[in-house]
């Protein structure tokens, strides 16, 4: 991720990107005339406005914690930390310094999902019953620091309750291994939010389909995105009657009117770093907090406690720090 990073940021209106941290260096040439460092102390000495922390998951605790010591705004990819404990390091010391730092759930900036958001706070679809999941692919070989519950449903569990406006209440799990590493890399859970929506979610690194489904079934219909090609639908309630005996079969007894919507596509990381750029200048506070990313993570943690344990995880109160 952290070449697409740069490569916003060398473009990015109001930006100057004055360096990049690399212990190998630039080997694919990915920020020419831009400056490649060893360590992170020779970037802060370069007088940082913020930073985007795009190394391994494991690493963003401790890359965290010295930007923020040295009161520098910071943009941390998903998940904010591997662990709850760490979230909660993260977010206390970026909070309590009054610097801006937050977590790159890029779902939040892709076009179906915004447009989506907005029409279910519009009461576009009344009240929702269910929101369903999908997102398998095969297995990427960056990642080898955690599983496919924290790569992965980390994006689906921080959507939910974007688009919602809910938290999760209940989680229940289940995941298998059978790529050979030692994390999980399938996994199918359910759970609940704080309004009684049912939630489902279905992730695997198994599948030679990549997919990326979201449907969110209401009183009034169902809306389905495709996060791949930023395609939003909705299929209202059935209203006409279907006259047409044979077409009874396929179609059902009624239909409703089906509407894919046609939205301005914008580039999801694009928006991302606008609306970060936006909340350092004080301009704006649309996007994921550190606070917003630890709870994503509590959620996670549940689902792989759950999986574990083969019982249903109450969420209610704060998931034990590990």
Known sequence: ??????????????????????????????????????????????????????????LHVDVGLELAGAGVCALIEKPVADTVEGARRLADAFGSRGLVAGVGHIERCNPALRSLRHRLEQGELGDVYQVVTRRQGPFPHRI?????????????????????????????????????RPHEDMVAAVGRLTDGTMVSHLVNWLSPLKERFISVTGEKGCFTADTLTAD?????????ATEWEALRAFRGVSEGDIIRYAIPKREPLQV???????????????????????????????????????????????????
């Open 232 to 240: 939003l639908t909705f299929y209202a309630n059935a209203a006409q």
């Open 272 to 322: 991302e770093h606008e609306l970060f750029r936006d909340a350092v200048l004080g301009l704006s506070a649309d996007i994921c907090t550190l606070r917003q990313g630890l709870r994503t993570v509590e959620v996670a943690v549940a689902v792989l406690e759950s999986a574990a344990a083969g019982t249903t995880v109450d969420l209610a109160e704060p998931v034990a720090v590990r």
């Open 144 to 180: 080898a620091d955690v599983g496919v519950v924290k790569d992965l449903a980390t994006h689906d569990i921080d959507l939910t309750g974007w688009v919602t406006g809910q938290s999760y209440t209940s989680i229940s799990a289940r995941t298998v291994c059978k790529s050979g």
């Open 1 to 58: 991720m952290g070449r697409h990073h740069a490569r916003v940021l060398a473009a990015l209106d109001g930006v100057e990107l004055v360096g990049v941290v690399d212990p190998v260096g630039d080997r694919a040439g990915c920020v020419p005339g831009v400056p490649v460092l060893r360590d992170l102390p020779a970037l802060i000495a370069l007088g940082l406005d913020y930073a985007v922390v795009a190394c391994p998951t494991a």
